[in-house]
């Protein structure tokens, strides 16, 4: 597409249309007295004097920024010459600034607004008041996005401090996450309920409890032992009863075996003694290998959402 060529030049004519040279144009806030800037090239870099002071030719060089002016056109004495307000830069251009609202409407099965940058400059740029402003909204050249930053350096940038709201914002307040650092991110304030901990997983509803700390549950200890004896006393062996066998026609030496009770008939009998022992406990030692229960850890944190 092709367009006319914008006048090169800001050039006014007197009365006689003479060059107005030594004229002074005043350059405001549009429907304001506020003084607003223009700028000698495109670059925007360096602000023209305000009022504007016209060459020997009565020309000079005034670029818009993407505001709305208001132009005041005084000869070299200060006459008012004219007044136009809501001037801005044109639309029909290869670089045009709109004002107001922007609407794109599209129907088809194609993008509603495509942008095909095939020099260095920044495909989309969205700034506020401040041109050009640093911290701008960006899509570059190459499809990087910066948000407060001019020069992305990545698929995504984010200018610092870089809060992100979003799902992230509106978790509920009250809502507990680990974090794996020593402090509460912003908008998180750190609990200090629970201490030393470890974290079990449950189906049902969540709890604590327990009653070692964990560094206190897995410090390294010694389970060795030696092998050894041990004299039970009677509290300390289980209850039970012994079964003895005699032969009344067999004993040894021609005396009579007694027994605690008799059953059966002549010949072999069978007695029992009293029920002995008393069920007690004791211990056993034995030869192990030490083990080491020192297992590696990594700390959290829980936070709450603010």
Same mark, same amino acid.
């Given at each position: 597409?092709?367009?006319?060529?914008?006048?090169?030049?800001?050039?006014?004519?007197?009365?006689?249309?003479?060059?107005?040279?030594?004229?002074?144009?005043?350059?405001?806030?549009?429907?304001?007295?506020?003084?607003?800037?223009?700028?000698?090239?495109?670059?925007?870099?360096?602000?023209?004097?305000?009022?504007?002071? +016209?060459?020997?030719?009565?020309?000079?060089?005034?670029?818009?920024?993407?505001?709305?002016?208001?132009? !005041?056109?005084?000869?070299?004495?200060?006459? +008012?010459? /004219?007044?136009?307000?809501?001037?801005?830069?044109?639309?029909?251009?290869?670089?045009?600034?709109?004002?107001?609202?922007?609407?794109?409407?599209?129907?088809?099965?194609?993008?509603? +607004?495509?942008?095909?940058?095939?020099?260095?400059?920044?495909? +989309?740029?969205?700034?506020?008041?401040?041109?050009?402003?640093?911290?701008?909204?960006?899509?570059?050249?190459?499809?990087?996005?910066?948000?407060?930053?001019?020069?992305?350096?990545?698929?995504?940038? &984010?200018?610092?401090?870089?809060?992100?709201?979003?799902? /992230?914002?509106?978790?509920?307040?009250?809502?507990?996450?680990?974090?794996?650092?020593?402090?509460?991110?912003?908008? /998180?304030?750190?609990?200090?309920?629970?201490?030393?901990?470890?974290?079990?997983?449950?189906?049902?509803?969540?709890?604590?409890?327990?009653? !070692?700390?964990?560094?206190?549950?897995?410090?390294?200890?010694? &389970?060795?032992?030696?092998?050894?004896?041990?004299?039970?006393?009677?509290?300390?062996?289980?209850?039970?009863?012994?079964?003895?066998?005699?032969?009344?026609?067999?004993?040894?030496?021609?005396?009579?075996? !007694?027994?605690?009770?008799?059953?059966?008939?002549?010949?072999?009998?069978?007695?029992?003694?009293?029920?002995?022992?008393?069920?007690?406990?004791?211990?056993?030692?034995?030869?192990?290998?030490?083990?080491?229960?020192?297992?590696?850890?990594?700390?959290?944190?829980?936070?709450?959402?603010?």
């Amino acid at each position: 597409m092709a367009v006319l060529t914008p006048a090169p030049k800001t050039a006014f004519v007197n009365a006689a249309g003479e060059p107005l040279v030594g004229g002074k144009l005043y350059t405001y806030i549009a429907g304001t007295t506020t003084l607003q800037t223009t700028y000698t090239d495109s670059s925007a870099a360096t602000a023209n004097t305000n009022p504007v002071i +016209l060459d020997s030719r009565g020309e000079a060089n005034v670029w818009l920024g993407g505001a709305i002016y208001k132009f !005041v056109l005084k000869d070299a004495t200060d006459a +008012l010459i /004219w007044s136009v307000d809501n001037i801005s830069a044109p639309t029909a251009a290869v670089s045009p600034v709109l004002s107001g609202n922007v609407s794109i409407s599209s129907d088809t099965p194609s993008a509603a +607004l495509t942008i095909t940058q095939i020099g260095t400059g920044a495909a +989309l740029r969205v700034q506020d008041s401040a041109d050009p402003d640093s911290t701008p909204f960006l899509i570059d050249n190459t499809g990087q996005v910066g948000i407060g930053t001019a020069t992305p350096v990545s698929a995504l940038e &984010v200018a610092s401090p870089g809060v992100i709201t979003g799902a /992230w914002a509106y978790l509920p307040s009250g809502t507990k996450i680990l974090f794996a650092q020593t402090s509460a991110p912003t908008g /998180w304030t750190k609990s200090t309920t629970h201490d030393n901990k470890a974290l079990r997983v449950v189906s049902g509803a969540a709890s604590s409890g327990g009653s !070692v700390a964990f560094t206190t549950a897995f410090a390294s200890q010694s &389970v060795a032992g030696t092998v050894g004896s041990t004299t039970l006393t009677t509290s300390q062996i289980p209850s039970h009863s012994h079964t003895t066998l005699s032969d009344l026609y067999g004993v040894s030496g021609g005396g009579a075996q !007694v027994l605690t009770s008799i059953s059966g008939t002549s010949g072999s009998r069978s007695g029992v003694t009293a029920v002995e022992g008393g069920g007690g406990s004791h211990t056993h030692t034995f030869t192990g290998t030490a083990i080491n229960l020192a297992v590696q850890y990594v700390d959290v944190i829980i936070a709450t959402k603010d």
